[in-house]
């Protein structure tokens, strides 16, 4: 069965609609997308938070709340075909499953917590998920309900609250959020949005699912699969794969880059290799793309890891037969010819965990904080920067400790970026050092009205538009390189 | 009581006997039948048997109990896990297109064992057990007990001991064996409050307000303390041993108590002493941290959690200590005792002594089937009361099923 969003598509024929598709798909990706990076930057219940995304789905137009008016049905449409094709174009793989319904369920929430009470209610009442107690009930369990979801100041008399079968509420039992009694969950107002969530996500990880199975169906119409491949590379705004500045690094230079410009994640790798002149397959693959990533060429490669194998226990015959079909392979010049991409931090971050003899995956995440600690200190940041950046691991910020440990190291208030891939990190890096060369730092603006201001000091293109990212970062790393 | 080497070297005389004559083949089977109210749902139970020398068979499967009885008494497994219900018969897993071949149900099950409590035992340690750490174990059920009834509403809660060290619980209610995964963890994450491995410290963390749950954990746990900890375990009796509960006091106070905890009587004066003192800091749940720290049940929530993990059976004989893994009675908990538990060489001795009257029993009724005399052995011997606990157990959910059942009925006719 094709789902109807999709047999829509395609009998959709002439090719001004699918202009008019990709045109939605523009409008509507840059969207998700500065929900993720203000979704790394911000706590997601803070009022920053919703202040910040805001303001920034009023500059892109996005309407996020219900509107009376004669062009509110042509809005919709256009929010639930651009939701669709979003849709066709994420349900690819299963990473790209997981980004789209993170970014969905953030913006979901994010609206629902927008409307008015009694909207709200409709809402519930439309999806089965309104099952308010009586007031004795409520009286008998008040208590309770508080203590249990950790409430502390709101008056009981105003608050709502649902009684729901446990196994609705599973992500408030496993925090341990929500008073429970003889199996049914005491869910008060403000916390059923993570009920609502929840099966938001379910419904949406399904439909995906069912999307993907029918996706040969519109593969066969030559007209949309190109687009449909184009939609989804966006996703990341760039992958850092292909750059133009291939070759335009030497290797003699990557001992004063690993220190200066390397987040610490592939520093520390680099470390590694030269002290063990070994790395397992693991940190061989993180650090090796990310080389790849800042424009060390295949030859480059083979050379820069046969010489420092060969310091070890391997020879040059051992090297060439065991490691350079690998580094070949990860250039796409052998097996299935993929074009590897570097790893960005969510996948360093989340797959692949390092164990015994690993230097890979994320310091800030895999390390011991003592560890942490100490290696911080040896690279002489200052101990006020190594709080902050142990309260942000705490806090399961790996991201932004990084970021913390990019500004300590590049003397910069707020990196004006938000990080989410290494290789992002060292063209940052490099740009930041570069400028800093012939221009003075522009002035910041004074603490304080820089964060409650709705309107953000003009942020660098590079997180929202994907396309002029793209142009802009080789543009810089021209001129990086032909300046070194 | 015989050593545990001895138990180990009489398993191949005595297994046979056991599986043969005192196995209560008729209540397990009639309680992994739930009732025959779903087709196959015996039938797709994955056993595992792991024979003499460690040989490890997975996905066993039976289509009835007499199947069941025939392969125990040929293979004679050391040791019996249960798996998960599948979507197909585990022993033709290999006959399914992969991917399709699913756990489908189990029932949810914990398991505590003592020696995720080392750091907080003085007596044992690993493997070992005594009287004065059980006590863990019956807070462990006490606490865990209450809760899957009382907030999660389950009804029908099979606790075991394990054989040796811990103990497991079959919760074995219609929503608790069709619970995902996630749900599963959810709720023994719901239930795990002391996190932590070696380096950490302090490893219950309380806020104001405390969760209903945890405080009538605490209500429970403090039934226990004074003489658990206070007397038995002796937490404050020593510098040393004190020192390691004042390292999760509040800073402020350490000092002071650490001279005067030298001049106290005893821990009981000690443990006085820091409730009054802590009083005075901001971290006013400090006592009952640490009382969670002690006594708290610590779970391994990865057994809890996948829906293919396999759990040993009850009723398994346990190889290193012989002794049976029998089903504990609630009523009677704080009097359970580990070590006067029937062992494999204890009840065969049973048999044997009690033949001399029974014999002449049966030949007055010779005409009876052998297997009906033979369900009967085990009422001669000591797993007669663990039997009829489990007995108990069933005949409580076969009720609340009939109960459905005539629900389910009664609404029919309505039409």
Redesign the interface.
Known sequence: IVPYHVAEMSQSASQNILYFYCILYFSCFPVLKSIENIGVSFVKTSEQYSKKLEAELRKQRFHFRPVRSPGVFEMRRKDHLSHFILRLAYCQTEDLRRWFIQQELDLFRFRFNELPLDKQQQFLKHNDLDYNITAEEKEAVHK?V???S?L?TIKMEFLLIYKIH??DA??L????KV??????AYVPHPEIVIIVLNEFRQILSKALALTKRSLPVIESDERLQPLLNHLSHAYVGQDYSMQKNVGKISLEQIDGLAVKSFPLCMRQLHKALRDNHHLRHGGRMQYGLFLKGIGVTLEQALQFWRSEFIKGKVDAEKFDKLYSYNIRHSFGKEGKRTDYTPYSCMKIILSNLPSQGDYHGCPFRHS?P?LLKQKLQSYKIPSAGITQILDLVKGMHYQLACQKYFELTHNVEEVGFSHSHPNQYFLESQRLLNVGRDVKKEPSPPEGSQRSQNSQPARPASVSAPKSADRLASEELEMIFSDG | MAGAGDEAAVLPDLLPVYYRRLFPYPQYFRWLNYGGVRKAYFQNREFSFTLRDDIYLRYQSFTNQQELEKEMQKLVPYKIDIGAVYSHKPNQHNSVKAGNFQALEKELVFDIDMTDYDDVRNCCRAADICHKCWTLMTIAIRVLDRALEEDFGFEHRLWVYSGRRGVHCWVCDDIARKLSQTARSAVAEYLSVVKGGEDTIKKVHLTHPIHPSIEKAIVLVKRYFREYALENQDILGSKEAWEKVLAMVPEEIRENLQTEFINARNSDKRWDMLKQSVKTTKAIFTAEEIMLQYCYPRLDVNVSKGLNHLLKSPFCVHPKTGRISVPIDLKTLDSFDPFSVPTLSSICRELDSNKKPEEEDVTSKESEPESKRRSRDYKKTSLAEPVRIFDEFLKKMEHSRKGVLLEQSDSHRDF
């Open positions: 309770n508080i203590d249990g950790r502390s446990f196994t599973i992500d039992i496993r925090n341990r008073y429970l009694n003889r199996g049914y011991d003592e």
